[in-house]
């Protein structure tokens, strides 16, 4: 009953977006649509929802930002930001589009290198990639499979701007990182990473849009928004 209902929202959301279609007919959907979105991001939704848009849209050109920090998007001329983790009140409007969970990783062949499984006693002797978001804060809360709640205070040995660099840093094999979900599970599937303690459960963290359009957002970036919903949620 739940999947319906969700269903059924979406299928009223695509049936309002083509009748706006319909009703600007005579405005042919073309042009420029500027888009920026954390690193983590791009590869796994961004760009699959992008690629969705020019084939329904083939007039469109998309111009991508990816940049882990939040761009002044008024200023920079940028239609619509892809943004994590709480927002802070501004001008700008947005809504709720997905969520993800960090997950320790490491490469298979640094696994396979190190003499012991990796535990909660014995993660701090492991070299830790971190990104720069999680320098700010060393503390990092998990719940196990038993929801009994656990602290780690992880000190980088590594730290890097990007998540792109630190999933470089990963596969060659420098250490442990904690990665999102959305973007480290792809390199799981091939084989190249794996999960380190996969009974941790780190807090959700929110997935937003905003953009900063005073009346109605344009069509183009309504099709781009529900694109992306259905890339988040695969």
């Known amino acids: ?4 209902f969700k269903r059924s929202g979406e299928l009223k959301t695509l049936l309002n977006l083509t009748i706006d279609e319909v ?6 959907l073309a042009g420029l649509l500027s888009i920026t979105a954390p690193q983590a991001l791009v590869q796994s939704a961004v760009l699959p929802a992008i690629e969705q848009l020019v084939k329904q849209f ?19 001329g940028i239609d619509i930001a892809i943004r994590v983790g709480e927002q802070a009140d501004s001008e700008l409007k947005g809504a709720k589009i997905g969520t993800h969970r960090e997950i320790f990783v490491a490469s298979s062949p640094y696994l396979s290198a190190t003499k012991h499984s990796i ?22 809360r998990f719940l ?29 094999g420098l250490g442990i990182a904690l990665l999102p979900d959305i973007y480290a599970n ?18 959700e963290n929110n997935i937003y849009y905003v953009h ?10 309504k099709w781009f928004i529900e694109f992306l919903k259905k890339q988040l949620k695969t």
Do not use: C
């Not at 009703?23 to 042919?28: D, E, F, G, K």
């Open 212 to 221: 900063a359009y005073k009346g109605n957002m344009p069509l183009i970036m």
């Open 119 to 140: 535990t909660l006693q014995n993660i701090h002797a492991h070299p830790f990639i971190a990104t720069s978001w999680q320098t700010t804060n060393l503390t990092h």
């Open 144 to 172: 196990d499979d038993k929801n009994k709640p656990h602290e780690l205070l992880l000190q980088p040995q590594f730290e890097m701007n990007s998540a792109n660099s630190v999933m470089e840093s990963v596969l060659m």
């Open 186 to 203: 792809k390199y799981i599937r091939e084989g190249k990473i794996q999960r380190v303690l996969p009974n941790l459960q780190a807090k």
């Open 58 to 76: 083939p007039n469109i050109k998309p111009r991508l930002i990816a940049d882990d920090t939040n761009q002044n998007i008024i200023k920079k």
């Open 23 to 28: 009703s600007n007919s005579t405005q042919q």
């Open 1 to 4: 009953g739940e999947q319906l």
